[in-house]
Structure formats: C-alpha cells, structure tokens
C-alpha cells in the first residue's frame, strides 16, 4: 500500500468527483469519512455494495468510517435520482429496516479494529428531536431557494408533472444538517456517495463552512450500469439483495458468475480487494481463454464469500454445478428448488412410486421428456437418461420411493442439459 487510498480508488474508476483537497487531506490524514444508507427496506442490495466497498477501503488505508443509516432522512425520502415521490414508510417500519441492514454491514467493515473500528449509526437520533422553528431559524437560513433550485436532484423533478413536494425538498437540508451533526460530534470531514448525491454533498460543506467556518469535502462514486446501459443489480426477478432469505446464496453466485465479458474487469476492479496484478491476469484471461470464465467465476466466489461466508459459497458452487451433472445429493430442498426453478417442472403422485416403483419409460412420459413410451425406451437404451444425475441403465428402469430427493424431487434429465423438475406430492 505504497501508494495512496485516493490513487487507490482512480485506478479502480472509483472517483467520479471530489472537492478539491480530498486527495491532498486522504495523503497527509487520517480522517472520518461517512456514507449515508437509505432504509427503505430489510436489506441492503448489491447496488450498495460499491460505497460499502469503498468505506472499507478507506478503512484498510487507516481511516475512521462511519455507516450512517438513515432512519430519519427516509422518513422524508430523497428525491434524487427518483423520478416521483416515494410512498412514505411507517416510522416503526423504517426503525426495523434500520436495525436489520445493521447486520450486514458488517460483512464488509471491521468493527473490531484496536486503530480505527467502523461505527454505524441512525440519524433518526438526532433528526426526530429537531425542533422546526429552531431548525429553520438556524439550518434553514443558510440556504437560498435559488441555491437548492440549481441544484440536480431539485431541477430535474421540478420539470417532471408530478412536480416536488415541500417535504422532498426539504430532503438536501437534513442531509446537510446531518453532516453538520457528524463534524460537531465526531469530527467528520469527508462524505461520501454515489454521483446522484453531489448536490447534497456539497451543500452539506457549505453549510459546515458557513456555521463553523470549517472546510469539509465530498468526495462521489460512480453509478453503475452495465455495458449494454442498463441499471446494474437488476434482474429479471428484481433487485439482488444481501439478504439470504431475500436473494438466496445460489442466486446472488450466479448474478456474478453471470456477468458479461465487457463488465466483469470494471467489476473485479469495483467490488473486489483483488491486487492489482490478479485482476491484470484475470482480464487478460477474458480476452485469451473467455469461454473459461474465469474472471466470472472469480467474482462469485468473492462476492459470495463475502456476503454470505465460505459455507454458503460451497453450496452455492455446487448447487451451480448441479446443473452440469454434478453431484446433488446433500442439498436442500429450497436449493434444489430454487436450482431448478426455470426448468419444466410436473407433479407426481407419491403413491406411483411405492411398491415396485414407476418405470422410468412412464415416468419420462409423464414429466413430458418423451413424447411416447417408445422414445423414451430408446433414450434409455442410448444411455442418455439420468435421474439426480445418475445414468439409468436399460436393464433397472424403474423409479421408486428411493430416488427421491429431500422426499420431496426427482430431477430428470435429457442429454446434457435438459432438466425436468418431478415434484412428487401426497
């Protein structure tokens, strides 16, 4: 770590902006630095990850991070980036949010640390004891409206139809107000950000600069899309989520094992500690052997690994593997359900499958595998019928109560790749 944490995050096309100074005062200091988190669900989703990365690094470099979840601010809901007004959360519902995405951050910073340990903390503790008339008295007349109409997040929204709500607009001053908080408290001179929060950024410095006539800095991240443009940490089924129960441990693994070939270098670079030299090899891997997908399998495993821990990223590999004939024995029936849950699917009545079992010609038949009994005696004889991934012979074609996964699954398959998911029921 020869060089400096702001070099550090350049070179990863971390820096998107910085008030002049930041690169300057990370060199020569140790500073407090925090990143506000909004708490408008259970979990943090993967497109948090990128400023929780980042305060860990800055912790790596000696720094003192605070994670500031926002229970106070999501009462009144940040308008940047937003092209209408959220609906409003219950105050006992964002207090639980809060709590619960407490947790998770711990994944990433070291609240242990004998030199500079990460804190969290709620701005609701100060925010919901404000009084309004001492506020607007001494907070609010430090801002121009003409100020807070220039500023993006304000402009964009007032040319929209729907327009801004007083309450919205009002979102930059308590952010302001909170940075303002952590100066006093605890001597914070750096927030950080995605680039949709510059304009809060800054007028918090100028706020500082006003009432204590201190210099403060922001310093923002990039928001990030895709190569193709669109919005990253989306899928079909919606937002990736920390959250096992949310997003489980097997998906969140193929989100990264799915990434493309022009994204996952800036990804490794982004979301990894991965040194310099390792993601040098693994992007030139991408362009000399792409079909191994190295760098993909990489940043699963990472991610993985670091959200949900090294168990959970074995499972995960081999859950993976299940669906190019690996072993399935020993896992659980959610994971063989979420594995298998985009393939053809059938029920099978438990009772079929007593005795002396089902012959595998009906059962292939059934499930919809083969057409007629006749094709599927021929891909028996062929060899090309597995059940859990195990070759059928020709000579013990039945299924019975044995082959059942979990009590509950029988996975078929055709060839290399055709699945079929038989839940049996009763």
Same mark, same amino acid.
């Given at each position: 770590?020869?060089?400096?944490?702001?070099?550090?995050l350049q070179w990863r096309g971390m820096v998107y902006d910085s008030i002049d100074g930041v690169q300057q005062m990370l060199a020569? #200091?140790?500073? !407090?630095?925090?990143?506000?988190?909004?708490?408008? &669900? $259970?979990? %943090?989703?993967?497109?948090?990850?990128?400023?929780?990365?980042?305060?860990?690094?800055?912790?790596?470099?000696?720094?003192?991070?605070?994670?500031?979840a926002g229970g106070g601010t999501t009462m009144i809901g940040d308008p940047s980036g937003k092209k209408s007004e959220r609906s409003l959360l219950p105050v006992e519902t964002?207090?639980?949010?809060?709590?619960?995405?407490?947790?998770?951050?711990?994944?990433?910073?070291?609240? #242990?640390?004998? !030199?500079?340990?990460?804190?969290?903390?709620?701005? &609701? $503790?100060? %925010?919901?004891s404000l009084n309004m008339i001492e506020f607007m008295r001494d907070i609010g007349k430090n801002f121009t409206v003409n100020y807070m109409l220039a500023k993006d997040s304000v402009r964009t929204r007032l040319e929209r139809e729907e327009g801004l709500s007083f309450t919205e607009f009002t979102y930059m001053l308590?952010?302001?107000y909170d940075f303002l908080y952590l100066y006093d408290h605890y001597g914070c001179r750096l927030q950080t950000g995605g680039s949709d929060q510059w304009g809060n950024i800054t007028a918090g410095v100028e706020l500082v600069r006003r009432m204590r006539a201190e210099q403060v800095y922001g310093m923002v991240y990039p928001l990030i899309t895709k190569a193709d443009g669109t919005k990253f940490g989306k899928t079909e089924g919606g937002s990736v989520w920390l959250d096992p129960k949310r997003t489980s441990p097997y998906r969140f693994y193929q989100f990264w094992l799915n990434?493309?070939?022009?994204?996952?270098?800036?990804?490794?670079?982004?979301?990894?500690?991965?040194?310099?030299?390792?993601?040098?090899?693994l992007a030139a891997a991408v362009v000399e052997r792409?079909?191994?997908?190295?760098?993909?399998?990489k940043l699963a495993g990472?991610?993985?690994?670091?959200?949900?821990?090294?168990?959970?990223?074995?499972?995960?590999?081999?859950?993976?593997?299940?669906?190019?004939?690996?072993?399935?024995?020993?896992l659980s029936a959610a994971e063989i359900s979420d594995i298998f849950s985009d393939v053809p699917s059938c029920e099978l009545p438990k009772t079929q499958l007593e005795g002396a079992g089902l012959p595998v010609a009906d059962l292939l038949v059934t499930a919809g595998v083969a057409k007629s009994k006749g094709e599927a005696r021929r891909s028996l004889q062929e060899g090309g019928i597995y059940i859990n991934n195990h070759r059928v012979s020709a000579e013990n074609p039945a299924a019975g109560l044995g082959d059942m996964l979990e009590g509950q699954f029988i996975v078929l398959r055709k060839g290399k790749k055709n699945y079929t998911l038989v839940k049996v029921i009763g």
């Open positions: 770590m020869s060089h400096s944490i702001f070099e550090e020569n #200091e140790k500073v !407090t630095v925090y990143n506000g988190f909004d708490v408008t &669900a $259970d979990s %943090l989703h993967v497109g948090h990850i990128v400023p929780l990365i980042a305060l860990a690094r800055l912790q790596r470099f000696g720094h003192h991070p605070i994670a500031l964002i207090r639980e949010y809060a709590e619960a995405i407490k947790g998770q951050l711990a994944h990433f910073l070291d609240f #242990e640390s004998k !030199t500079n340990p990460a804190k969290v903390l709620n701005n &609701a $503790d100060w %925010l919901t308590l952010q302001s990434t493309e070939d022009k994204d996952v270098v800036n990804y490794l670079k982004y979301f990894t500690f991965l040194e310099h030299p390792v993601i040098d090899d792409p079909e191994a997908r190295e760098a993909q399998r990472v991610m993985t690994a670091t959200v949900h821990g090294e168990t959970a990223l074995a499972r995960a590999d081999q859950a993976s593997q299940a669906l190019f004939g690996g072993d399935i024995s020993g």
